[in-house]
């Protein structure tokens, strides 16, 4: 079973502060990690991606890969309270195929 | 671009009844994903299609479940007979290459069967 496990939280950040989600994957020949963002009620939204060790900035989010470390994590800076949401990491395994496995989220509340 | 898009947004069935889903993925992309989602189990893939093709349909729960995609731009879930454990959020999802492979996601059909 490839499974991709993350903390459920919730994860509470005051405003304005750095928020951390990590994230670790169990198919060690993973080559595509995503982040995704669900608010309440709604769909998931792709945020971020990265296929090679290292970091990924996009404005205030940042991405992180460690393939070594099977570890992949979400850092968002200056957190306001609209990031408040649940956030997926989820992993294309290996295999051919182009099939995500999604973690069960973490939910993060950002508080004013 | 409209994004995907799924219908109905709401279902509302009774027991037994058989529902079915659409989806309308971007056009252009060559996967197709049908998830449901659940408070208890979070995200779980039940079907995909890979230029049309059923790929892999392990996660699709029980014969009652079927899933076609007869053509590039549109899909259906078929449940029939439903049951009130069916109840949950279906997401239709579509990727490419151009995307990385990330996933876009329709706005789900909240379906509850009674």
């Known amino acids: 079973q490839k499974e991709v496990e993350q903390n459920s939280g919730p994860l509470s950040v005051p405003e304005g502060a750095i928020a951390s989600l990590n994230c670790t994957y169990s198919?060690?020949?993973?080559?595509?990690f995503f982040w995704y963002r669900q608010y309440s009620g709604k769909s998931p939204e792709l945020i971020m991606s990265?296929?090679?060790?290292g970091d990924k900035e996009d404005g205030r989010f940042t991405a992180q890969l460690n393939k070594a470390s099977q570890y992949v994590s979400l850092l968002i800076r200056d957190s306001q309270p609209s990031d408040s949401a649940t956030y997926l990491c989820?992993?294309?395994?290996?295999?051919?195929?182009?099939?995500?496995?999604f973690g069960t989220g973490t939910k993060l509340q950002v508080i004013p | 671009d409209a994004g995907v898009i799924q219908s109905p947004r709401h279902e509302v069935t009774e027991m037994g009844q058989e529902v079915t889903l659409r989806c309308k993925p971007i056009?252009?992309?060559?996967?197709l994903f049908w998830y449901r989602q659940t408070m208890m189990r979070g995200l779980e893939l039940l079907i995909y299609?890979?230029?049309?093709?059923?790929?892999?349909d392990s996660g699709m729960p029980e014969d009652r479940f079927s899933a076609k995609m007869p053509n590039a731009s549109f899909s259906t879930l078929k449940i029939q007979p439903s049951e009130p454990r069916d109840s949950a959020v279906y997401f239709c999802?579509?990727?490419?290459?151009?995307?990385?492979?990330?996933?876009?996601f329709g706005s789900g059909t909240r379906l509850t069967v009674v």
């Open positions: 999802a579509s990727s490419t290459t151009g995307t990385g492979y990330g996933y876009t």
């Open positions: 198919d060690r020949g993973s080559q595509s």
């Open positions: 990265i296929y090679s060790n």
């Open positions: 989820a992993v294309i395994n290996s295999g051919g195929y182009q099939k995500v496995t």
């Open positions: 056009s252009g992309h060559d996967y």
């Open positions: 299609f890979n230029n049309n093709v059923p790929i892999d």
